[in-house]
């Protein structure tokens, strides 16, 4: 092209690119956290409906205390999820501090709080372990953390070849209690958790997690380290199954190893109804926390409800696909109305 | 000789190879600071892979940068940037899950209390950077997700000029932009405060118009490093493909016009008006438009990716409204998409899996395919776009931008169909392809078929179109027929010039 003709193509610029701001609810809602917190409520109101002392302290209690393990480490998991990677090494590594703490008790309030340290600590290192062969080795998550997660099952089994040991009265008793008669001390540390989670968001590595579940390449050409950031997720992620497994010898007061088992699908379940992406980049802990506590819930409103338990899996299968379904369906119609 | 002391960036000898492939052999080039350097090259001469060495993605395997003299070897963008290095890529990168301004502050956003990160007051500073470079009117606090491809493109160029405080490379600046003149600026402005930039276009005239030196990339070698006044096109284009060819533009005469292969009746979308055209079969209809003037909607909507609002489409004398591309398929319309990247390619099958796709079915021997299978099947439509047999087997995603296309090319015109939409064909590709893909046009339509093509480049559908359409603003604003197709009357239309509307040279019936 001539030089005048490039002037005359330039004039008009192009249309003004679409001024119109997702709303911030609608992303909200859209993104599953929203839908779950309903659900939850909707549960609620049913549990009540069937059973009378749905309402009182007591029972809420029991519920916390049920759904923290869960709750906590669906939390983990989040950070890995989000990073698009997966996780199993949360079994293993629940099923390990708990028959550590069984076998090593620590009395009072301190030995308590040395215990939660060791957990951490292990999960810990389970964690680096993750991260370094997945984030530097290059190795797929889910292959690298099956290994960990079948050793640290080994190491459990080693430790307490059966269900026992022995969990002090301090772990099982006040911390499944209440806090001035109503607060439940587990709900307060899923809720310390949740407000730890807040501040990370609000933190470089916060957005590069989202970033690099998003889009790697991106991220690395924006001057993200994709490494280290999946690296740190995995570690984040392996202190956090600790409390898990510190929340998980609380509420059974005993010592098993393979007390961790049950959890691995189940986390992922709770992962995915709290509106996370398993695909990565998109969702967050508060959800997964509400997810897991759905599905608690769940099962003591089938309970309540009269439901033999042989179908609690059935029916925790079916709200899962549902709330997964609704909620693409919720957010394709909001950004239909955006286009 | 010692270049060390120049003021600029010198590289002398990098040399990089992914394996078997040498990628760069002895490449040397020096980016004088305060000059506008043109990289020019075929698909595949190692341009990109100069650009990561530059941007510190990659690490030459041999050879030495220095920058203002001192020995520049970076290891990651971010020490690159430190340097002053910066970089706008041309797969654009920035990340679909953030703001405006997030994208261009990362990664590190501005903190507030606590030292947590203030959404206020990154948007603050984005906004300070997006006025600072003319960009005013994109609000920081959008989406990327939101943003059309065009407004991408600047803001993936605002951040590399917010970073590059002695060297800035531009690597297609101008794939995704209708309009120059605010990246022209910005380039002279840059160049004005002695940055020195390194400009990679397939786009001559561009070149022209900014840089006063240019290098050549052949091969992953570079040829030679000639002045843009003194060398002709045809010396330009001699040193990129290593031996002289082109002739001036020969319009094919006007073929006779068939029967109306698609015919397209006020076809209306959300972004598009009241569209109304024919097209013959043997007939190759350009439509040319500035950006976001609906033809991604018009084509899209034909294939039922997009929503129709009203009108009627008839394909060989049937109806035709798919909700889905195999629909379309079905009745005789396949579309080559706008990104090869995100919406064409599957990057870890061969070549030949992505060719033979859509065919899968005819491949399969009672139900099963081999790769040697695919490799028959795709042969022949990967020789109607002169695509080399040995290419076939290779994961598609590590070839070239331009044999990609073409095998995105050979895979539409291997479903069968009579009617081909073609979005931007030869976006970020090379001449050398342009010319096959033009050629494969041509020969599609000699054989009946019928081709809607959108071109974001003018001189080809100068070059290639029996007609032409101008959209603007969603609807048809002018038409032109054979001879009528002229660069200057058309930009006039492309901008909504009221002297330049003009209807069919045939008037259709009245609806």
Redesign the interface.
């Known amino acids: 092209?001539?030089?005048d003709?490039?002037?005359?193509?330039?004039?008009?610029?192009?249309?003004?690119?679409?001024?119109?701001?997702?709303p911030r609810w609608g992303r909200r809602l859209a993104n599953g956290a929203g839908i779950v917190t309903l659900l939850y409520l909707i549960l609620y109101a049913l549990y009540g409906l069937w059973d009378r002392g749905a309402f009182s302290a007591y029972a809420f209690t029991n519920l916390v205390n049920n759904a923290a393990p869960l709750a906590i480490a669906a939390a983990g998991e989040t950070l890995v999820v989000l990073s698009r990677g997966f996780d199993l090494s949360v079994a293993g590594v629940m099923s390990l501090t708990n028959v550590v703490m069984a076998t090593y008790p620590m009395e009072g309030p301190q030995g308590a709080l040395l215990s939660l340290l060791m957990c951490m600590a292990i999960g810990g290192v389970v964690g680096c372990v993750n991260g370094a062969a997945v984030a530097y080795l290059r190795l797929q998550s889910i292959a690298a953390t099956l290994g960990t997660m079948i050793i640290c099952r080994g190491l459990s089994l080693v430790i307490l070849d059966a269900p026992g040991g022995t969990v002090t009265d301090f772990v099982s008793n006040t911390l499944t209690d209440q806090l001035f008669g109503v607060i439940p001390v587990s709900g307060l540390i899923v809720a310390a958790l949740a407000g730890l989670w807040g501040?990370v968001r609000?933190?470089?590595f916060?957005?590069?997690l989202?970033?690099v579940?998003?889009?790697e390449?991106?991220?690395?050409?924006?001057?993200?380290?994709v490494a280290r950031t999946r690296f740190l997720a995995f570690v984040g992620a392996g202190l956090v199954y600790g409390v898990a497994g510190f929340m998980l010898t609380a509420q059974t007061a005993t010592g098993n190893p393979n007390g961790g088992n049950p959890f691995l699908m189940l986390t992922f379940a709770a992962v995915a109804l709290g509106g996370t992406s398993l695909s990565g980049?998109?969702g967050g802990m508060i959800g997964s926390i509400v997810g897991a506590a759905t599905l608690m819930l769940l099962q003591k409103v089938l309970f309540s409800g009269g439901v033999s338990s042989f179908y609690t899996g059935i029916f925790q299968g079916v709200v899962l696909v549902v709330a997964i379904v609704f909620s693409r369906a919720l957010s394709r119609l909001l950004d239909g109305r955006?286009? | 000789m010692g270049s060390a002391g120049r003021p600029g960036l010198t590289v002398e000898g990098a040399t990089k190879s992914y394996g078997a492939t040498v990628a760069l052999e002895h490449v040397s080039l020096h980016l004088a600071a305060g000059e506008v350097h043109a990289l020019l090259g075929e698909n595949g001469a190692g341009k990109s892979t100069l650009v990561k060495i530059l941007s510190g993605?990659v690490q030459p395997d041999t050879g030495a940068m220095t920058l203002d003299g001192a020995p520049y070897r970076p290891h990651?963008?971010?020490q690159a940037?430190a340097a002053g290095v910066a970089t706008a890529?041309q797969?654009?990168?920035?990340?679909?899950?953030?703001t405006v301004a997030?994208?261009l502050l990362?990664?590190?956003?501005s903190k507030g209390a606590g030292?947590?990160?203030s959404a206020r007051k990154t948007e603050r500073t984005a906004a300070a950077i997006l006025r600072r470079h003319g960009l005013a009117?994109?609000?920081p606090?959008?989406?990327i997700d939101?943003?059309?491809l065009?407004?991408r493109q600047r803001l993936e160029i605002v951040r590399a000029l917010h970073h590059a405080s002695k060297v800035l490379v531009l690597d297609e600046p101008t794939a995704a932009l209708?309009?120059?003149?605010?990246l022209f600026d910005r380039i002279r402005d840059a160049a004005q405060a002695g940055i020195a930039i390194l400009y990679i276009s397939h786009r001559l005239?561009e070149v022209r118009?900014l840089c006063k030196l240019a290098t050549v990339l052949r091969n992953g070698q570079s040829v030679a490093t000639v002045a843009v006044d003194g060398a002709s096109d045809d010396r330009i284009f001699e040193l990129m493909v290593g031996h002289g060819k082109r002739a001036g533009i020969q319009r094919r005469p006007a073929a006779p016009r068939g029967a109306a292969r698609l015919e397209v009746r006020n076809l209306a979308t959300?972004r598009l008006g009241d569209v109304s055209f024919q097209v013959a079969a043997g007939e190759i209809l350009g439509v040319a438009a500035?950006?976001?003037?609906g033809q991604r909607s018009l084509f899209y909507s034909l294939v039922g990716l997009e929503a129709r609002s009203g009108g009627t489409v008839t394909v060989a004398g049937r109806d035709s409204s798919p909700t889905r591309p195999e629909g379309a398929l079905k009745d005789g319309l396949a579309l080559l998409p706008e990104e090869r990247k995100t919406e064409g390619i599957l990057t870890s099958l061969s070549a030949a899996g992505n060719i033979v796709l859509p065919i899968m079915p005819q491949v399969s021997r009672s139900g099963f395919v081999w790769p040697s299978l695919e490799r028959q099947a795709a042969a022949e439509p990967a020789r109607a776009v002169d695509m080399s047999p040995r290419y076939l087997e290779f994961r598609i995603g590590d070839l070239s931008g331009g044999n990609q296309q073409k095998a995105l090319l050979a895979r539409t015109m291997a479903t069968g169909a009579k009617t081909l939409l073609l979005y931007d064909p030869t976006r970020g590709v090379d001449v050398g392809t342009k010319e096959t893909i033009y050629a494969a046009i041509r020969v599609f339509t000699e054989g009946g078929g019928a081709v809607l093509i959108y071109s974001s480049e003018?001189?080809e559908l100068v070059r290639i179109a029996d007609r032409c359409l101008v959209l603007y603003g969603g609807s048809i604003f002018a038409e032109f027929e054979g001879d009528d197709i002229d660069?200057?009357a058309m930009?006039?239309a492309?901008?909504?010039h009221p002297g330049a509307a003009r209807g069919p040279a045939s008037p259709e019936p009245a609806s």
């Open positions: 092209m001539s030089a003709v490039t002037a005359l193509a330039s004039r008009p610029a192009d249309p003004p690119a679409s001024a119109a701001r997702r501040l609000r933190t470089d916060g957005v590069a989202y970033t579940g998003t889009d390449t991106a991220a690395a050409l924006s001057g993200v380290s980049g998109r955006r286009r | 993605v990651t963008i971010l940037r890529f797969e654009l990168s920035l990340p679909a899950n953030l997030e994208s990362m990664p590190r956003l030292g947590l990160i009117s994109i609000d606090g959008q989406a939101d943003l059309p065009a407004e209708a309009e120059v003149d605010w005239a118009s959300a500035l950006d976001g003037q003018l001189p660069e200057r930009v006039a492309l901008t909504g």
